[in-house]
């Protein structure tokens, strides 16, 4: 099995409003890439969201967990996907900080 992707995403809002501009951004991610995504589905226990991602036929678990100063992802990526991981923790950077940003 690949070695997890980890992410890590700082941010200063402190850990629960962190946890309410998380909570259904998956789902966000679903309306915006719509085209590319079969399914997401999110579950959360406490400070941490287990998801798992159907996405261009294949399928992406992980989990998040947020902390009072950051958001540390894990992702689980199939052997197709994993070849192109910088490009995937690049994106999970990008839409992480998009969901975190000041509203």
Not at 1 to 17: D, F, T
Not at 20 to 36: A, T
Not at 37 to 55: C, K, L, P, Y
Request: hydrophobic share 45%; net charge positive; aromatic share 4%.
């Amino acid at each position: 099995m690949a070695k997890p992707l980890v992410v890590s995403i700082p941010h200063n809002l402190g850990q629960a409003e962190a946890m309410r501009r998380l909570h259904g951004g998956m789902s966000g991610l679903k309306s915006q890439f719509g085209d590319k995504v079969a399914s997401i589905d999110e579950t959360w226990d406490g400070n941490r969201m287990d998801f798992r991602v159907g996405a261009m036929g294949q399928n992406v678990s992980g989990h998040l967990e947020v902390m009072q100063d950051q958001v540390r992802v894990e992702v689980q990526l199939p052997w197709i996907l994993a070849m192109v991981a910088e490009k995937a923790k690049t994106f999970i950077q990008k839409q992480g900080t998009l969901l975190l940003e000041k509203k």
